[in-house]
C-alpha cells in the first residue's frame, strides 16, 4: 500500500504538471496572438487618433464659419429692420400728407362757397342799387337834379 500512495502523488503531480504544460500553452498562444495584434491595433488607434484631431481642426473652422455667418445675419436683419422702420415712417408721413391735403381741399371748397356766395350778395346788392337809381331817375328828371 505504501507504494500505491507513493504513486498516487507521483501521478499527481505528472497530472497537474500536464494541466499546468496545456496552460502554459494556452496563455502562450494568447500572448502571442496579443503580441501580433498588438501593432495592428496601436496602428488602428494612431489612425483613429488623427481622424479626431482632424475633425477637432475642421470642427473649429465650422464653428467660426457659423459664428462669421451668424454675424452677418444679425447684420442683414439689423439693415432690414431698418428700412423697414424708415418704409412705416414714410407711409406714415405719406399718410398724414394725404389727410392733410384733403382737408386743405375741403378748406378750399369752403372758401370757394363763401366767395361764390358773397359775390351773389354783393351782385344783388348791386343789381338792387343799380335798379333803384335808374328806377328813381330818368334822363330828364336825373338831369334836372343835377342842374
Known amino acids: 500500500m505504501e ?21 502554459f500553452s494556452i ?24 481622424d479626431t484631431a482632424q475633425n477637432h481642426a475642421k470642427l473649429a473652422k465650422m464653428k467660426a464659419n457659423l459664428r462669421e455667418a451668424e454675424d452677418e445675419l444679425v447684420k442683414v436683419l439689423a439693415a432690414k429692420t431698418r428700412k423697414e422702420a424708415k418704409q412705416m415712417a414714410t407711409r406714415d408721413s405719406i399718410s398724414a400728407v394725404k ?4 382737408e386743405l381741399k375741403r378748406t378750399v371748397q369752403v372758401q370757394r362757397s363763401r366767395r361764390e356766395e358773397y359775390g351773389a350778395i354783393i351782385s344783388r346788392q348791386s343789381l338792387g342799387s343799380y335798379t333803384h337809381l335808374t ?7 336825373c338831369m334836372a337834379r343835377m342842374g
Open 3 to 23: 507504494r500505491e500512495t507513493q504513486q498516487s502523488p507521483k501521478t499527481k503531480m505528472e497530472s497537474l504538471r500536464t494541466i499546468c504544460d496545456r496552460e
Open 27 to 50: 496563455q502562450q498562444q494568447k500572448i502571442d496572438s496579443f503580441t501580433a495584434s498588438f501593432p495592428s491595433s496601436l496602428n488602428s488607434i494612431k489612425s483613429l487618433a488623427l
Open 99 to 102: 389727410s392733410r391735403l384733403e
Open 135 to 141: 328806377m328813381g331817375c330818368t334822363y330828364g328828371s
